[in-house]
């Protein structure tokens, strides 16, 4: 297949999802991915948009009030400068790129010119040390790095012979990126780029020992983020303002593909320390149309007066762990539009949606996207059916937003695709009309007196009461029940923790929560959580058994139970 035709066949996809963004029920049923043999998502359709096109490509506004505007043809230029200089400094296809930048024009115009040179992008968070970073030169055997200049010093103790570039200030022994822009400003490739050549090796965001090594390809996110698109609801022409710090894959989602299949401005606002008010103001002046942030990020925004918002965006969603019902309320009473969930990994795009036009149901992530068929397994005998079960995808016509596999990990690749099926690890629920509820990650789950406890349900009963502004349920050992919930609390500005509030929401917990749930052990202490923001309950978890097994509580706070405060 020539690149034109590659072009036109993955416009035609686009362009059938946008035709039917808020009718779910045509888009499900005939969307058909493009599965081109070559493509390059930066030649073949990032520069075929970007001709002679003087609309905003990123936008992005710093702290102190500084604005970087980027056209499509501008960029597209730079990025074929910075290909051809790369090149010169070594770079060859096949070769992986550790990329450590902030929200800046160059991670986007480095990312776009690797694709070009069929290079393999490592995306690395700047708040990664010396040990983990040696952790990703060695597995992903790294032969350059392309970092901030203010962090080119934790390289020191990551031994490799491995290319050195610094952008921003020069740094001895270190290339000066910035000469990249003395290059030429044309780009020729040498050959067509394989669909399913490498593009992307992603770590996973620690909350396991030993972050896995996600593989995707020129198709599995370029063209799988179409389903991304779809679930935003991203229209030509709109501005796209997503939360999410470079280095995860959900920078890559929406700050990338998503917004940029749909040419859509990507608009970025930098900030050392997260103010709702100040936020608000910048998503008003520079008319956002579509906003996208993780929970973290909206029970923070709740915390303000989100009412001053002049403009609320058209369409609004969050995404990397299911959003709690009170959020979702507390934005529709004040913006007048509902905060849609979308459920997606690492591994995959979007699987599971709220899409714009679908019937909403209060707590479910909605219906299986276009192009992914959804199934839950048993989790006993991995049989399919069940009305809850393991979420899973059916690989007997595989979605093209699937890794490749775990790179170098044979055996852990095998697991998670065993059966003929790419199997999530996430527990869901599925009612009649296919709509899906996220009960919890399978080793989250637990029983207690033998009834099966999701903590994700008893998390969400604790955010309706205004003294709570983040919480995590884990259990704790019990000597009748096996285990009883216990609840880690983050106040809301104003609450102070001590026996009076606790003993609130206890009583809150036995308004709304049935018997068998309710909340019996808290504890008031900060949520630990990975770098990408989600919380790790195998943290409290351990910590929770570390306390029972001395027979003191966790150790961070004080303790309370709901027996001792009746």
Request: charged share 25%; with cysteine.
């Amino acid at each position: 297949m020539s690149a034109t035709s590659a072009t036109e066949t993955f416009r035609a996809a686009r362009d059938f999802l946008l035709e039917h963004r808020e009718d779910y029920g045509t888009a499900y049923e005939g969307f058909r991915w493009p599965r081109p043999a070559h493509f390059n998502w930066a030649l073949d359709w990032f520069d075929v948009i970007a001709r002679d096109n003087d609309r905003v490509a990123l936008h992005i506004v710093e702290e102190d009030g500084g604005r970087t505007e980027i056209s499509f043809a501008e960029m597209s230029t730079r990025s074929h400068r910075a290909a051809n200089w790369l090149a010169a400094q070594g770079v060859r296809e096949g070769d992986r790129i550790l990329v450590m930048l902030g929200n800046q024009a160059e991670l986007w115009e480095t990312a776009l010119a690797a694709m070009k040179l069929r290079a393999v992008l490592i995306p690395c968070t700047p708040l990664l040390g010396p040990l983990d970073l040696r952790d990703r030169v060695e597995r992903g055997r790294v032969r350059h790095v392309l970092v901030r200049s203010d962090g080119t010093a934790k390289f020191d103790a990551v031994p490799g012979d491995y290319t050195r570039i610094a952008v921003g200030e020069p740094v001895e022994g270190w290339l000066d990126y910035a000469d990249a822009a003395t290059a030429a400003d044309t780009f020729a490739p040498d050959r067509e780029t394989d669909a399913d050549e490498p593009l992307m090796l992603y770590f996973t965001s620690g909350t396991t020992a030993s972050p896995k090594l996600v593989e995707h390809t020129h198709v599995s996110y370029p063209v799988g983020h179409l389903a991304t698109m779809y679930w935003i609801g991203l229209k030509p022409g709109d501005v796209h303002l997503n939360i999410s710090s470079p280095g995860w894959a959900k920078h890559a989602w929406s700050n990338l593909f998503a917004p940029w299949n749909a040419e859509a401005t990507v608009f970025i606002f930098n900030y050392e320390r997260f103010d709702a008010a100040r936020l608000m103001a910048e998503m008003d002046r520079s008319g956002i149309t579509s906003f996208c942030a993780p929970p973290t990020v909206w029970r923070m925004l709740i915390q303000a007066d989100i009412s001053t918002l002049k403009t609320p965006p058209r369409e609004v969603v969050a995404a990397g762990e299911p959003l709690n019902p009170e959020v979702i309320e507390t934005v529709r009473r004040a913006w007048g539009v509902t905060v849609r969930d979308g459920f997606g990994q690492t591994e995959t795009a979007v699987q599971v949606a709220n899409s714009p036009g679908q019937l909403l149901k209060a707590g479910s992530m909605g219906r299986p996207t276009p192009g992914y068929q959804v199934v839950l397994l048993d989790p006993v005998s991995g049989e399919p059916g069940v009305r809850e079960g393991e979420i899973a995808l059916d690989l007997t016509d595989a979605p093209a937003g699937l890794m490749t596999g775990y790179h170098g990990d044979p055996e852990r690749t095998a697991e998670a695709m065993a059966g003929g099926y790419y199997r999530t690890g996430d527990i869901g629920a599925r009612d009649d009309d296919g709509y899906l509820t996220y009960v919890g990650r399978s080793d989250d789950v637990f029983k207690s007196s033998d009834y099966k406890i999701s903590p994700f349900e008893l998390e969400s009963a604790l955010l309706e009461h205004e003294a709570v502004a983040e919480a995590a349920v884990v259990p704790s050992p019990d000597p009748v029940r096996l285990s009883v919930p216990k609840a880690y609390i983050v106040l809301a500005k104003g609450w102070e923790p001590g026996p009076d509030t606790a003993k609130a929401l206890f009583e809150h917990s036995r308004a709304v929560l049935a018997p068998y749930k309710r909340l019996r052990v808290l504890e008031f202490a900060e949520l630990p959580k990975t770098i990408s923001g989600k919380i790790r309950r195998i943290e409290l978890r351990e910590r929770t058994l570390r306390g029972a097994e001395a027979g003191v509580g966790a150790g961070e706070g004080a303790e309370y139970r709901e027996a001792d405060l009746r």
